[in-house]
Structure formats: C-alpha cells, structure tokens
C-alpha cells in the first residue's frame, strides 16, 4: 500500500515557475515507477510526465517537453515535477501516482493515488 501526498501547488503568472512535490507513505516507494498527470476543467486527465524507479528514464508530454522536469529522490519519498515557463494552459488539478513499472504515460497503469494540487496560471 502506498499513499501519496501532493503540494506546492498555487496560484502564478504565465512565465512563472512552480515545484510541485509528492510525498510517499511506506517503504517500497523505491520500487515504483512514479507518474504526473492532470486534469482541468470539462477535460479528462492527461498524462504529463514519468519516471522510472531508479530515475534513470523519464518522459513527457509533447505539451511539456523542455518546460517541465520531473525528479526523484528515493531517501526521500519524494517525486518533484518543476514547472517553468508555465501557460494559462497549464491550469488544471495536478496528480501524482504509483504504479509497479517503469513509469508509464497511461493511466490506468497506475495502482496508487495522491488527493490533487491545483495549479493555476493566470495570463
């Protein structure tokens, strides 16, 4: 069982950046791959970034790509998605999940998670 704790999100102009956070309960996080997506309003959610267990791979969304950065550290229980550059398009509820893999682009790879962080960008 892994629980998942999302923060950082807030309220920024476009241009600024945002760090969001999410931090695991148990001690096999190690052994997840760990995943962003969000959703924003009348929309279903998208995927926007993974990473494997080990860090050593990730991936993003073409919408993403050179703007965000997605980061582990595994003393920690922690994943990090750093947002730079951030757009109105950006606004949407982020999640953070866990799944037993490499980090996948699909949701429904996913077994665990977090409640949500709203991230909103105003122009």
């Known amino acids: 069982q892994v629980q998942l704790v999302e923060s950082g999100g807030g309220l920024v102009q476009a241009g600024g950046s945002l760090r969001l956070s999410c931090a695991a309960s148990?001690?096999?996080?190690?052994?997840?791959?760990m995943g962003w997506f969000r959703q924003a309003p009348g929309k279903e959610r998208e995927f926007v970034a993974a990473?494997?267990?080990?860090?050593?791979?990730?991936s993003y969304a073409d919408s993403v790509k050179g703007r965000f950065t997605i980061s582990r550290d595994n003393a920690k229980n922690t994943v990090y998605l750093q947002m730079n550059s951030l757009k109105p398009d950006d606004t949407a509820v982020y999640y953070c999940?866990?799944?037993?893999?490499?980090?996948?682009?699909?949701?429904?790879?996913?077994?665990?998670w977090g409640q949500g962080t709203q991230v909103t960008v105003s122009s």
């Open positions: 990473i494997s267990w080990s860090g050593g791979s990730t």
């Open positions: 148990g001690r096999t996080f190690s052994r997840y791959g």
């Open positions: 999940a866990a799944e037993r893999g490499r980090g996948s682009s699909y949701y429904y790879a996913y077994d665990y």
